[in-house]
C-alpha cells in the first residue's frame, strides 16, 4: 500500500486502540524436549499454574495448561498455548494464544538459560482468542487481545490488551 492509499484510508482504518485487560504471568516447568522432528524442533513447557490481575477480570490459571514451542533455525520460538483461567468470582475462561519470541542469537540463548534479559532487547508479542459460557464475560468470546511478553526463569510475564 503506498503511503497515498494509507492517506485516504479512514481514520478508524489507520492506527490500532487497545485497552489495558490484564497482568498474566505463568508458571512453567521445565521444558519437555521432544528435539528435531520431521517439522520442527519441539519443546513443550507444561504450565501448572498461575495468576492474571485486571480491572474487569483476575484470578489464577489452573493446573493442565501447555505451550508447544516450535524451534525455528533462527532460535526464534513460535508459542501454541491453551490455558483456562479462574476467575475470583468462579468463572472459567478458556484462553488460546500464538506468539513469536525473536531476538538476537546471543540474547536467545541468555533466555534460553534463564538468565535475566531486559524485555527491549528481543521482541515477544502474542495473539489471543478467549472462550466462556459466564454470562458476565461474555464480552470476551468477541475480543481479540495482543499480549506483549517478558520471559523470566520461571515463567513468562505479559501485558495483555484488548484490540479495540
Same mark, same amino acid.
Given at each position: 500500500?503506498?503511503?497515498?492509499?494509507?492517506?485516504?484510508?479512514? +481514520? !478508524?482504518?489507520?492506527?490500532? @486502540?487497545?485497552?489495558?485487560?490484564? /497482568?498474566?504471568?505463568?508458571? /512453567?516447568?521445565?521444558? %519437555?524436549?521432544?528435539?528435531?522432528?520431521? #517439522?520442527?524442533?519441539?519443546?513443550?513447557?507444561? /504450565?501448572?499454574? &498461575?495468576?492474571?490481575? #485486571?480491572? *474487569?477480570?483476575?484470578?489464577?490459571?489452573?493446573?493442565?495448561?501447555?505451550? $508447544? %514451542? +516450535?524451534?525455528? *533455525? +533462527?532460535?526464534?520460538?513460535?508459542?501454541?498455548?491453551?490455558?483456562?483461567?479462574?476467575?475470583?468470582?468462579?468463572?472459567?475462561?478458556?484462553?488460546?494464544?500464538?506468539?513469536? @519470541?525473536?531476538?538476537?542469537?546471543?540474547?536467545? !540463548?541468555?533466555?534460553?538459560?534463564?538468565?535475566?534479559?531486559?524485555? !527491549?532487547?528481543?521482541?515477544?508479542?502474542? !495473539?489471543?482468542?478467549?472462550?466462556?459460557?459466564?454470562? @458476565?464475560?461474555? $464480552?470476551?468470546?468477541?475480543?481479540?487481545?495482543?499480549?506483549?511478553?517478558? *520471559?523470566?526463569?520461571? &515463567?513468562?510475564?505479559?501485558?495483555?490488551?484488548?484490540?479495540?
Amino acid at each position: 500500500m503506498t503511503a497515498n492509499s494509507a492517506d485516504s484510508l479512514p +481514520d !478508524a482504518l489507520k492506527e490500532i @486502540r487497545t485497552k489495558p485487560l490484564f /497482568v498474566m504471568r505463568l508458571n /512453567v516447568l521445565p521444558l %519437555q524436549v521432544i528435539g528435531a522432528t520431521p #517439522g520442527p524442533f519441539r519443546r513443550v513447557g507444561v /504450565v501448572p499454574g &498461575g495468576t492474571f490481575e #485486571g480491572e *474487569r477480570l483476575s484470578g489464577v490459571l489452573l493446573e493442565g495448561g501447555a505451550d $508447544w %514451542q +516450535d524451534v525455528r *533455525r +533462527d532460535r526464534s520460538v513460535t508459542l501454541n498455548v491453551r490455558l483456562v483461567l479462574h476467575t475470583t468470582d468462579g468463572a472459567l475462561i478458556g484462553m488460546t494464544y500464538r506468539g513469536l @519470541r525473536r531476538g538476537p542469537a546471543e540474547v536467545l !540463548a541468555r533466555l534460553d538459560h534463564g538468565e535475566p534479559v531486559d524485555p !527491549a532487547e528481543y521482541y515477544f508479542r502474542t !495473539a489471543c482468542f478467549f472462550e466462556t459460557a459466564a454470562e @458476565r464475560y461474555a $464480552w470476551l468470546n468477541g475480543i481479540v487481545a495482543i499480549g506483549l511478553g517478558h *520471559r523470566l526463569a520461571g &515463567g513468562p510475564v505479559y501485558s495483555m490488551f484488548e484490540v479495540l
